[in-house]
Nanobody, 115 residues
Framework: QVQLVESGGGLVQAGGSLRLSCAAS????????MGWYRQAPGKQRELVAT???????NYADSVKGRFTISRDNAKNTVSLQMNKLKPEDTAVYYC?????????WGQGTQVTVSS
């Protein structure tokens, strides 16, 4: 089992920045890729960014150039630096980790960007 706990959400004005962090615990040696997804009201959950154990990253087109994902394998954490935030970035952000057998999710943290 893997537990993921997010922190760092909140309310920010458009153009501002926030940093999300996620700490993994449990059977962390089995985790491969980690990342962030988000879900806005009335919409499906969507990929934001992922990072492999070797540091390869993948971003949604909508956040490229504004968000940066990073991973600290020694501390078992993954972070998402979000800059130049837009109102359309408003959503619940979920930390995600996979063992390629099972996906794990955090409880989610709210990010609200006011215009």
């Amino acid at each position: 089992q893997v537990q993921l706990v997010e922190s760092g959400g909140g309310l920010v004005q458009a153009g501002g920045s926030l940093r999300l962090s996620c700490a993994a615990s449990g059977s962390i040696a089995s985790i491969n890729s980690m990342g962030w997804y988000r879900q806005a009201p009335g919409k499906q959950r969507e990929l934001v960014a992922t990072v492999t154990t070797s540091g390869s990253t993948n971003y949604a087109d909508s956040v490229k150039g504004r968000f940066t994902i990073s991973r600290d394998n020694a501390k078992n954490t993954v972070s998402l630096q979000m800059n130049k935030l837009k109102p359309e970035d408003t959503a619940v952000y979920y930390c995600w980790g996979t063992t390629f057998v099972h996906d794990y999710w955090g409880q989610g943290t709210q990010v609200t960007v006011s215009s």
